[in-house]
């Protein structure tokens, strides 16, 4: 089959988002075939939307996509290759895919670097009482926050919970600083020169004075920080979430926060996964609570100013697509392992 004969689609549960489906990206998916691009599919049944699916090569989902009808694996028709432009796939698509041996596909390591940057200054921000600061200067006075909670990364313990590509991003950030490390993951063997690997989240949590959450959310990890655990840490001890909500029990969390004991920086939050706090939760006026609103690996204003018009995202995305016209393995596959620890 020549490229420009492949047949591409993609549906989207309303409008498309245009921060994915930009007219350069779709110009560009334009140049390797005929797109299909299908808004407002969530109005149509399933069997539409398997059918709709049975005449393309290649699926493309992102994050507004409905979930992959799972039809499909008996009954695939042209369907060969399912590639998510993002990272998060489960809510898309199920396990049953990898298990059949589909090939699937997402971003990789895109967002680990910016994500990880987002770490460390979520933790700086937390560490150097920077909101606090922003509050008070914008009052009458010119008064400071408490100084017996400011402090530096330098000789901090810092605790990793997850060492995939976000958490080792976190790690060779944080090495630049001068923090003492110790990190948790029981499914990574990768080590890192000068870091020490916790035995259990009990251990990292006891030795640590923050503790940067950059795990996948799966069954095992769903609520694994609990009130024992963030009991662990020091008076002024700082929980930084950058992977998922779920991960923490947040109303734990929150209530060490309002009792003035511990501070949290989180990009995302344990709300049927909107990352979203009504405006009417007085959680949100807590001096010591940094919410970013799952933004924090944001890199928008780099592609303003240097001009270009893909993401990293849309950009390995389309790599994957060439290589698989071109009967090349596309990077970044999903086996059982990989889909199991992944978010």
């Not at 990206?25 to 069997?47: K, M, P, Q, V, Y």
């Not at 998922?244 to 990009?267: N, P, S, T």
Request: proline share 5%; aromatic share 6%.
């Amino acid at each position: 089959m020549k490229k420009g004969r492949f047949k591409i689609i993609s549906l989207h549960q309303k409008g498309r988002n245009a921060g994915v489906w930009n007219d350069a990206f779709c110009s560009a998916l334009s140049d390797r075939g005929e797109h299909r691009l299908i808004e407002n599919a969530a109005a149509w049944t399933e069997a539409e939307r398997a059918e709709a699916i049975r005449e393309a090569d290649i699926l493309l989902t992102a994050w507004d996509a409905p979930p992959v009808p799972l039809s499909l694996i008996a009954e695939p028709g042209q369907l060969r290759y399912i590639c998510h432009v993002n990272g998060e796939i489960r809510r898309i698509i199920d396990r049953p895919f990898i298990e059949a041996g589909f090939l699937v596909t997402n971003w990789g390591p895109a967002p680990g670097r910016r994500i990880a940057e987002g770490a460390v200054a979520l933790l700086l921000a937390s560490l150097k009482q920077i909101p606090e600061h922003v509050a008070l200067k914008r009052g009458e006075g010119w008064t400071h926050p408490d100084p017996q909670w400011t402090g530096s990364l330098d000789g901090l313990p810092v605790g990793i919970y997850g060492f995939g590509v976000i958490g080792r991003e976190c790690a060779r950030l944080l090495k630049a600083f001068g923090s003492d490390l110790v990190v948790f993951d029981p499914y990574s063997k990768e080590g890192m020169e000068g870091i020490e690997r916790a035995d259990s989240l009990a251990t990292l949590f006891s030795k640590c004075a923050a503790v940067v959450i950059a795990a996948g959310l799966n069954d095992e990890t769903r609520h694994s920080v609990g009130a024992s655990l963030l009991s662990l840490l020091p008076d002024g001890g700082i929980v930084v979430n950058v992977a998922r909500g779920a991960i923490v029990d947040q109303a734990a969390l929150l209530a060490e926060v309002r009792q003035g004991r511990l501070r949290a920086a989180l990009d995302v939050l344990d709300t049927d996964g909107e990352d979203w706090m009504p405006p009417e939760n007085p959680d949100r006026l807590l001096s010591h609570l940094i919410l970013t609103a799952h933004t924090v690996g944001g890199a928008s204003w780099n592609r303003t100013i240097s001009g270009n018009k893909l993401n990293d995202a849309q950009s390995i995305c389309l790599s994957n697509l060439d290589r698989f016209m071109a009967g090349e393995p596309p990077l970044y596959s999903f086996d059982l392992q990989r889909y199991d620890r992944s978010t």
